[in-house]
Nanobody, 130 residues
């Protein structure tokens, strides 16, 4: 069973920065596609950012491009979402997601759909005040 453990989040002011973390324990993180999604109140879960296994491909939602960065530390089995220049519209519960493991026979793909991922973190609240 794959169990993603999230940390970070909180309440910040518009313009502030925040970093979310997601640990994939007991696995070789470099072999996994990883992503972040978010769900605002009353809305469906939506794509934020994704990175393919071996960090070869990344993808971002238009609404966060240039402000958010997904990256990983394979030694710590941790993927991060660095969020800069936060705006109130970024307020949501953020979820990390994982799919894998992949090997050299697989293509590099940063999926943007919920269906691209089999495993999910518990979610963490991010609230941005104006």
């Amino acid at each position: 069973q794959v169990h993603l453990v999230q940390s970070g989040g909180g309440s910040v002011q518009a313009g502030d920065s925040l970093t979310l973390s997601c640990v994939l324990p007991g696995r070789t993180l470099s072999a996994w596609n990883m992503a972040w999604f978010r769900q605002a109140p009353g809305k469906e879960r939506s794509f934020v950012a994704a990175e393919s296994w071996e960090s070869r491909v990344t993808s971002y939602a238009d609404s966060v491009k240039g402000r958010f960065t997904i990256f990983r530390d394979n030694d710590k089995n941790t993927v991060y979402l660095q969020m800069n220049a936060l705006i109130p519209e970024d307020t949501a519960v953020y979820y990390c997601a994982a799919d894998g493991p992949y090997d050299s026979s697989s293509i590099y793909y940063a999926g943007r759909q919920i269906e691209d991922y089999d495993y999910w973190g518990q979610g963490t609240q991010v609230t941005v005040s104006a």
